[in-house]
């Protein structure tokens, strides 16, 4: 059984960041587990951004941050369901319950459901943060889902028009260390 994290210094980066973004919608995978032959994994290490504002340290997560959406509906994690069998082997999960109880998601989902739930979380945001070139699977996902912004935005005309690095502002906060 793992222990619940101390959620206060997560909760405090969450806010600064949250002020930093001013009305743009941050998507932060976590890592992945990469295996290491036909049956074995590496030994898993999150993303360091994505550990630095959740303090989630599960593979195959994605965390949102909508800075344009109330309070209480701001923070959203896509995690990997509870699954007793593939705990056996991969070791103890938090699930969607988990992630929201201990680790203080506004709101947490099967991460099978994040590209049926993605567009309608960041709809509404002046602008999209997502690093390029690091999570392939996520990034069709969310380039699919952008370009057809971008139609919408000819017609309605609102909505993000470009993607930007969300490390702009986490390489700045990350810059100094707490205790």
């Avoid at 743009?24 to 630095?52: M, T």
């Avoid at 705990?87 to 319950?97: K, L």
């Avoid at 506004?106 to 690093?131: P, V, W």
Wanted: hydrophobic share 40%; charged share 30%.
């Amino acid at each position: 059984f793992m222990f619940p994290p101390d959620n206060k210094v997560f909760e405090e980066r969450r806010e600064i960041f949250f002020n930093k973004l001013n009305g743009k919608a941050a998507i932060i995978p976590g890592a992945n587990l990469v295996r290491h032959h036909a049956d074995c994994e590496y030994p898993f290490r999150q993303d360091s951004n994505f550990w630095y504002l959740t303090g989630f340290d599960e593979p195959d997560s994605i965390a949102l941050f909508l800075s344009h959406k109330p309070k209480g509906q701001r923070f959203i994690l896509f995690v990997a369901p509870k699954d007793i069998i593939g705990e056996v082997w991969h070791g103890f999960r938090w699930g969607i319950e988990g992630a929201e109880k201990e680790f203080k998601a506004d709101k947490a989902h099967s991460i099978n459901d994040f590209k049926d739930l993605l567009s309608s979380y960041i709809s509404g945001a002046d602008e999209t943060l997502f690093s390029i070139g690091k999570h392939p699977k996520v990034e069709k996902i969310i380039l699919d889902i952008f370009s057809k912004q971008i139609e919408d935005r000819s017609k309605v005309g609102e909505g993000a028009n470009n993607i930007k690095s969300p490390e702009i502002y986490l390489n700045e906060m990350r810059l100094i260390k707490s205790d």
